[in-house]
């Protein structure tokens, strides 16, 4: 079963613009990252927080966690149409450092030129 | 450098047959994991191996079983398929030594299993 729940489900926006999108998770958790994946097709990693970090940049990209409300949210900034694609958070709990991750359900952004 | 490879890209399987798919983990990884994903939802892991074992396992019949070699590929079998096994198979790959964790897991391209 999911542990994640992501929001919104699907999201459209103008090129230049910023999205946003939230992930919610159930457990105590070693980490939390954010994948991307184009057209169901492999995932793309694209930055891992610890639960110890509160906010990681990586370019365009700008991640929070929020242990105590079990909650994560990724900022894309100056969006571009190849930014279009499904966005999902995966957490390794505690119990299981490096093993299984569990995905929430994915938020679809779609960028418009 | 090598990323992770799956085989083949997509099958069509009638119920009741049988499937192995193969996956091949990023150059320098020892561990491999099996994600299943279905249209419109988030991957469900199947399983991971490391050290030619099965560590971990999620909620998956017997039906699925797995084998990891000494090169550290690895192969999902799927029997007695049922159509709600049609789906995106994935692999990933990740690195875990004695003390070291690997967190990152890389992900294939997948699989798409189509079963009739």
């Known amino acids: 079963s999911q542990q994640g729940e992501e929001d919104p489900q699907a999201l459209s926006i103008q090129e230049g613009e910023n999205a946003t999108m939230n992930c919610s998770y159930k457990t105590s958790i070693n980490n939390l990252q954010w994948y991307r994946q184009n057209s169901g097709r492999g995932l793309v990693h694209l930055i891992l927080?610890?639960?110890?970090?509160r906010e990681k940049h990586s370019g365009r990209l700008r991640v929070t966690l929020d242990t105590s409300k079990k909650s994560s949210s990724l900022l894309i900034t100056a969006s571009r149409a190849a930014d279009t694609a499904s966005y999902f958070c995966a957490t390794d709990d505690i119990y299981n450092q490096g093993g299984k991750l569990i995905f929430g359900q994915g938020t679809e952004l779609s960028v418009k030129p | 450098d090598a990323g992770v490879t799956q085989s083949p890209t997509h099958l069509i399987k009638t119920r009741g047959q049988q499937v192995t798919l193969r996956c091949s983990p990023k150059?320098?990884?020892?561990?491999v994991s099996w994600y299943q994903q279905a249209l419109g939802q988030g991957p469900q892991f199947i399983f991971q191996y490391y050290e030619e074992e099965e560590r971990q396992r999620g909620n998956f019949p017997d039906r699925f079983s797995g084998h990891q070699f000494p090169n550290y590929s690895s192969e999902l079998n799927v029997n007695a398929l049922l159509l709600g096994d049609s789906a995106l198979y994935l692999c990933?790959?990740?690195?875990?030594?004695?003390?070291?964790?690997?967190?990152?897991?890389?992900f294939g391209p997948g699989t798409r299993l189509l079963v009739l």
């Open positions: 927080i610890r639960s110890n970090e």
């Open positions: 990933a790959s990740s690195l875990r030594r004695a003390g070291i964790l690997g967190e990152t897991q890389y």
């Open positions: 150059s320098g990884h020892d561990t």
